[in-house]
C-alpha cells in the first residue's frame, strides 16, 4: 500500500479512517494488491464491498474463488459516473455495516477529462467526509495509465481538494449560447434548455431530470449569489453542458454530498443535480460560484 490515512494512537493502534490506495501497471499486479486487501477483510468478519469497473471485478472475483461470494461487487461505470455520489453510497454502506473494508476504483480508464478532475477531487475529500468513522477502512486502486501518483496527491489530499474547490473551471468556450437571468426568466430559461436539449435528441425523461437541476442551480443563483446569474450552453463530447456561474460563494467543501436537512436552507439544489445529472462540478470562492452540469446525448 502507497499510503494509509489513519493516524496512530498513544498505544500505538490504529486510529480514524483508513484511506490506503496503491498503483497498479497491469491485471497481475491490480489482483496482487487488492486481493490482500480483501482477505483482511474478511479475516476480521467486515462487510466486503468491491466498487470497480466490470472487467476488474471479473478478474478479482475469479482470483478469490470461493471467498468471492462474500464480497459484494458493484460496478463503478454505474454507481460512480457521477463520482459526487459516492460520498453517499460509502456513508449508507458503512451506516448499515458498521465495520466495513471498500476497494474502490474511482479513477478508472476511460473516464473523460472533467470526470477525471471530479474523481480526483472526491478522493481529496473521502478523509473529510469519513474522518470520524473509525471502522471504514478504503483501499483505492490507480491505473499506471491515469498518470496519477496518489502518493503525492494523497499526501495532502484535503489541502489539494480546498484548492480544487476553490479555483474556477475551465472557460466557457466562445462557441456557448449565454443567457442573464433573474427571478422573472426561471420559466423561460427552462423552456429555452429544454428546446437545446430536445433539439440535440436527449430523451423526454432526461429533459425532465435536467430541467429541475437546471431550476434548482438557477434559483441557488439568485437566492444566494445576488439576485442573477449566468448561464451559459453548449456541446461538449457528446454532452450537453449548462453552466450556472454567480458571485455567491459556498464554504462547505462537501455540498452535494451530504443529505440536506429537509428544513434547511442550503444543499437541496446541488444535492438534486447530483442525482439527476451525469455529472456535476462545482467550484466556489471568494465572489464567486460556478455549477457545471452534464448531460449526455444517448
Not at 83 to 111: H, K, M, N, T
Not at 145 to 165: M, Q, R
Amino acid at each position: 500500500m502507497l499510503k494509509d490515512s489513519a493516524t496512530d494512537s498513544l498505544d500505538g493502534a490504529p486510529t480514524g479512517f483508513h484511506h490506503d490506495a496503491f498503483v497498479y501497471f497491469d491485471d497481475e499486479e491490480f489482483v496482487r494488491l487488492s486481493a490482500p486487501f480483501v482477505h483482511d477483510g474478511l479475516a476480521t468478519d467486515a462487510a466486503i464491498v468491491a466498487v470497480l469497473p466490470p472487467d476488474r471485478i471479473a478478474m478479482l472475483r475469479e482470483a478469490l474463488g470461493e471467498s468471492a461470494v462474500r464480497v459484494r461487487f458493484i460496478d463503478m461505470t454505474a454507481v460512480g459516473r457521477n463520482p459526487a455520489r459516492l460520498i453517499p453510497f460509502w456513508r449508507d454502506l458503512v451506516e448499515q455495516s458498521g465495520r466495513l473494508y471498500g476497494l474502490s476504483e474511482s479513477v478508472y480508464p476511460g473516464r473523460t477529462a472533467a470526470e477525471y478532475d471530479e474523481s480526483l477531487l472526491h478522493e481529496g475529500l473521502l478523509d473529510l467526509a469519513f474522518a470520524d468513522d473509525p471502522a471504514f477502512r478504503l483501499c483505492c486502486p490507480f491505473a499506471a495509465t491515469t498518470g496519477i501518483d496518489p502518493t503525492a496527491h494523497h499526501s495532502g489530499a484535503e489541502a489539494l481538494a480546498e484548492k480544487t474547490f476553490r479555483t474556477p473551471l475551465n472557460d466557457v468556450p466562445d462557441r456557448a449560447e449565454r443567457w442573464e437571468f433573474g427571478l422573472a426568466d426561471l420559466g423561460d430559461v427552462r423552456k429555452w434548455v429544454n428546446g437545446q436539449a430536445s433539439s440535440h435528441g436527449v430523451s423526454r425523461d432526461r429533459m425532465d431530470d435536467l430541467g429541475l437541476a437546471l431550476h434548482e442551480i438557477c434559483t441557488n443563483s439568485i437566492r444566494f449569489g445576488g439576485g442573477r446569474g449566468a448561464l451559459s450552453v453548449w456541446i461538449e463530447n457528446g454532452s450537453l453542458i449548462c453552466d450556472v456561474a454567480d458571485h455567491g460563494r459556498i464554504d462547505n467543501l462537501l455540498v452535494g454530498r451530504v443529505m440536506p436537512p429537509l428544513d434547511g436552507l442550503g444543499g437541496r439544489g446541488v444535492w438534486l443535480a447530483n442525482q439527476l445529472c451525469d455529472l456535476a462540478q462545482l467550484r466556489s470562492g471568494d465572489g464567486f460560484t460556478q455549477v457545471r452540469l452534464s448531460t449526455r446525448l444517448r
